[in-house]
Structures are given as structure tokens and as C-alpha cells.
């Protein structure tokens, strides 16, 4: 044998073995793809959440969603920081029937009877709250903040809801509940990576997420960075601890933005700060994600475009805000010439007035012309706003997070497209 053959017959063995090994792994990649679409990658530690729970395997039945509002009780409330702000409310049905399910991220809308602060009488309010924990076969719960009247302000009232909630809201209280809605949820179609950003109480959606996931057993990267500004505002610290010490596929990034004396880096939380783009990047290894994002309006406006500009494709950006009209995507049309105007018509009140190009939403310029609308959450999320359109178009100012029937509009979050009617 002639040492060319020799070197040839190495470099079939080399290139045969190299052929094996490839197709070795590749085997073990498709096996894992599989076992992940079946959900049989069981984390070896399954937690319990912070609450009473159904076992992970056991499902939540999908059609007991009920129409309109419906009794619930408070079962029990906890407060959950160190500030006395957030408190929890478990809430079961008064008709004992199962609970209909959510995706993690999903919200309940209240309609509650509160006293005007101004007027004393008795109004209806409507309000959303997050679910805050993964669907439970036997109670919802949602974690509320309360919110004060901003500062130097003090002719204006503190939040009626929140507060309302704080101050009345006792076990054995009673309250009317819209079934789980809402856009914003975890997407479980497509098993990529997981980064969720929660600011302040912004993390209510994101508790969902993060316990469903980390519950179903998938191991499914998840990255968690919940910015607060010290530890008197973090809730779940030791939940949150405790998954993130059991599951190695869960990546806890606490930040604090105003740390207290005794919070200490490294122990009590990750980062000095707040959650920015320069921190997700520092920390994140380069590849595809989903982003989930809630919190406050400068952390919202400032992380989303930051996201999308850092080259992560809007379709992998999920977003809720909380407040009215928190992330405006399109600004307002200003009328083109001075002569252009738009007449909208409240066919039932028989008033046709021209358009204020200064007024935010139809909903603004109804109440500044006192027609009589119905309004909840100024956020296109709880759908009381909803109205028929009976002529003309409207554009929106951030996509609805409900359903709205067809020829019809949210006017809280909606202006007019051109002369418009309205059933109102
Ligand atoms: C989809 C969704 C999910 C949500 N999830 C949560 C959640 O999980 N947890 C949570 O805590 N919140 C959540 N929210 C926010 C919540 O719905 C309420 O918006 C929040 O509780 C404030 O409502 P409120 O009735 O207490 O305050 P409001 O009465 O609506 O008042 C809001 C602010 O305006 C001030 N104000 C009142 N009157 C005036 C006035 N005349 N002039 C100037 N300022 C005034 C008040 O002092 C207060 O600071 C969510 C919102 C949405 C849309
Ligand atoms: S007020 Fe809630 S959707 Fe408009």
C-alpha cells in the first residue's frame, strides 16, 4: 500500500465519522424540537406558586367564559410590598361554577359603584386589572396598586378605583367581573426564548407569564428584568427567588433605579438602574426572543422604539400599557389647510359639531360636549366605549386590546378619519 493510499483511506475514515457525528446531532435536535412541541421536557422541579394551585397537569376548561359582568367574592387579600400599595385580591365566583381559563397576560374588567369624590353620589366605574398569577382551577387574582392624586395637586382626587379597592374592599366583599380578555398575552404558539420587562406595576401580566411557563414544565428560556425603584416596591421578591433558584432556565434581573440603605447589590437585586436597552443587550446573548413589555409610560416609550432600533423584529415585541393611550403609534393628523374641517354628528343626542384637532380621542371631545357616553379604562381595554358608527371612519391611536364588533368603534382611543356619525 503507497502512502497515497494510506492518507486516503484516513481521510474516508475522518469524513465518514464526521458524517456520523452530524447526523447524530441532528437526530438529537429534531428529538428535542419534538419533545418541546409535545411538552415533555419536564423541568425536575415543578414549583408551587405563592398560592394555592391546581397540579400543572391538571386543565382549566376553556368555555366557561360568561357574558357581561358577573358576581365574584373576595376569598382573601394580602398586601405585597413594603410600601403598603399593592395588595392582592382572590376572587371566586358566587355561582360556584368553574372558572373560565386565560392566556398569562390577560386581564379581568371590574364594574364597581364608587362615590364621586366631587359630587357624593354614587357612579359607576369600570376598570381592568391583570391576572397576576397562571390560570388556577379555583380562583383568579389581581394585584392592584393604589394610586394617589399627583403631587402638588391636592384639589384632585386620588384614584377612585385603586383606592376604592384599598380602603373597601374586604374579604367576603362582593364584585362584578367581566370574563379574562385582552391581546396581550403570552404567545404559546411559537416556543422561542422569553424576555419579560416589567416596571413598577407593570409586572402583574408578567407574573402570569412567568408562572405558567415555569408550571408547564417546558423548558423555555425565560428571562425576567423587573425594574422598581427599591425594595419597598418589589412584590414576590422571595416567589420570584425561589423559581429563579430551582429552575435554571429562569433568568431573574431585579434593577433598582433608587436603592434603599439596606438593599444590597448582589444580594437584593442584580442591577443599579433602570431596565435599558444597554442593560438587555449587556445581558442577553445575540439571538431571536419574544419581548414582553408593561410598565410606565418614560420606561414604555423609551424600550419599545429602543427594541425595534437595536434590530429586534416588531412582530417578536409584545406590549400593554396601562394607562390611556400610554404608546401613541401614529400621531393625530393636523388638518391639511386651515379650511379643512370635520363635522362628527351624535346622531342620538341630534348634535353635529366640527372637530377639535386638539382633542385626543372621541371620547375626550364627547365629555367636552356633554354627550352622555359610556367610558371605563380609557385604554381601549374594557370595551365600554364601544359605539356604533353609522356613517364616516375613524383611525386609532394604538391597536384596541378587545374585540370590537364590526361598524363599530372604541372612542377612547379612536379620532375621526373624516365627517363621521355616531350612534351616541
Ligand atoms: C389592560 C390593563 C391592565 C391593568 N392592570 C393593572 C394591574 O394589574 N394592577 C394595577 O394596579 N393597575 C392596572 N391597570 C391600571 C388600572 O386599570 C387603573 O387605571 C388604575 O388602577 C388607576 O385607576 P383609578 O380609578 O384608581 O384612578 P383614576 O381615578 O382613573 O385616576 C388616575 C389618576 O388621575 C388623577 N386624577 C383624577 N382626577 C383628576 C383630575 N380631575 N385632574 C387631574 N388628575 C386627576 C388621580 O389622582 C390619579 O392619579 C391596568 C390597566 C389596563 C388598561
Ligand atoms: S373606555 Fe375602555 S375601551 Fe374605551
Redesign the pocket.
Given at each position: 500500500m503507497t502512502t497515497v493510499t494510506l492518507a486516503l483511506i484516513i481521510l474516508a475514515v475522518i469524513i465518514v465519522q464526521v458524517a456520523i457525528v452530524m447526523l447524530l446531532g441532528l437526530y438529537r435536535r429534531k428529538r428535542q424540537f419534538h419533545d418541546l412541541d409535545k411538552g415533555i421536557h419536564r423541568a425536575e422541579n415543578i414549583p408551587q406558586s405563592n398560592t394555592t394551585t391546581r397540579s400543572s397537569t391538571e386543565p382549566l376548561s376553556s368555555n366557561h367564559a360568561w357574558d357581561g359582568f358577573k358576581e365574584f367574592v373576595v376569598q382573601r387579600r394580602e398586601i405585597e410590598d413594603g410600601n403598603n400599595s399593592?395588595c392582592s385580591f382572590y376572587l371566586v365566583p358566587t355561582d360556584n361554577k368553574p372558572l373560565a381559563t386565560f392566556r398569562p397576560g390577560q386581564?379581568l374588567s371590574f364594574k364597581l359603584q364608587i362615590e364621586d369624590p366631587e359630587t357624593h353620589k354614587s357612579k359607576s366605574?369600570v376598570?381592568?386589572?391583570?391576572l397576576?398569577d397562571a390560570p388556577r382551577a379555583d380562583h383568579y387574582r389581581?394585584?392592584?396598586?393604589r394610586?394617589?392624586?399627583?403631587a402638588n395637586?391636592a384639589d384632585?382626587?386620588?384614584?377612585?378605583?385603586?383606592?376604592f379597592f384599598h380602603d373597601h374592599v374586604q374579604e367576603d366583599s362582593r364584585l362584578l367581573v367581566k370574563a379574562p380578555s385582552?391581546h396581550f398575552h403570552l404567545m404559546e404558539e411559537e416556543p422561542l426564548p422569553i424576555v419579560l420587562v416589567g416596571g413598577g406595576?407593570g409586572i402583574?401580566?408578567m407574573l402570569s407569564i412567568l408562572n405558567t411557563v415555569l408550571e408547564s414544565g417546558i423548558k423555555r428560556e425565560i428571562w425576567l428584568y423587573y425594574g422598581v425603584r427599591n425594595g419597598d416596591e418589589l412584590i414576590m421578591k422571595q416567589h420570584l427567588q425561589t423559581l429563579a433558584s430551582i429552575h435554571d432556565n429562569f433568568h431573574l434581573h431585579l434593577c433598582y433605579s433608587a436603592p434603599n440603605e439596606n438593599d444590597v447589590e448582589g444580594v437584593d437585586y442584580q442591577h443599579n438602574g433602570q431596565v435599558t436597552i444597554p442593560l438587555l443587550r449587556a445581558t442577553l446573548k445575540l439571538m431571536r426572543y419574544q419581548f414582553y413589555v408593561c410598565g410606565p409610560k418614560p420606561m414604555m416609550e423609551s424600550l419599545v422604539p429602543g427594541l425595534e432600533d437595536w434590530g429586534v423584529d416588531s412582530g417578536d415585541i409584545y406590549y400593554?400599557?396601562?394607562?390611556p393611550a400610554t404608546l401613541i403609534q401614529h400621531k393625530k393628523a393636523a388638518p391639511a389647510t386651515s379650511t379643512q374641517s370635520i363635522t362628527v354628528t351624535f346622531s342620538r343626542s341630534g348634535k353635529s359639531i366640527p372637530w377639535d384637532f386638539s382633542a385626543d380621542s372621541l371620547l375626550e371631545f364627547a365629555e367636552a360636549n356633554d354627550i352622555e357616553v359610556e367610558s371605563g379604562?380609557r385604554?381601549g381595554?374594557c370595551g365600554s366605549c364601544q359605539t356604533a358608527v353609522k356613517a364616516g371612519e375613524v383611525d386609532y391611536n394604538q391597536a384596541p386590546?378587545t374585540d370590537v364588533e364590526p361598524e363599530h368603534c372604541l372612542l377612547c382611543i379612536s379620532t375621526p378619519k373624516c365627517d363621521l356619525t355616531l350612534d351616541a
Open positions: 399593592i386581564f366605574v376598570r381592568c386589572y391583570s397576576s389581581v394585584s392592584i396598586k394610586i394617589p392624586a399627583p395637586q384632585v382626587p386620588a384614584g377612585l378605583s385603586s383606592s385582552g406595576i402583574t401580566p400593554e400599557s396601562f394607562g379604562c385604554a381595554s386590546d
